[in-house]
C-alpha cells in the first residue's frame, strides 16, 4: 500500500524530475520547520501568559472546578 507521501513523491519525480522534487521537499521542509517554531514559540507565550493571570488573580481549586 503506498502512503500518501510516498505517492506525491513519485508523482513529482515523474511531473518535475528528481532535481526539482529535491529542491520542492525541501522548501517544503523549510515552511513545516518555520511553522513548528512558530506554533512552539504562540504555546509557550499563551502558557506562560497564564501562569501570569494565575499569579494576578490566584483562585482556591475548588471555586475554580466548580464555576
Known sequence: MITGAAFFLFL???VFGPKKTIEFAQTI???VAQIKHATG???SRMEEEL???D???P???ESHISS
Open 29 to 31: 521542509g523549510r515552511y
Open 51 to 53: 501562569r501570569t493571570q
Open 59 to 61: 483562585q482556591s481549586k
Open 12 to 14: 513529482g519525480l515523474i
Open 55 to 57: 499569579k494576578a488573580h
Open 41 to 43: 514559540q504562540f504555546q
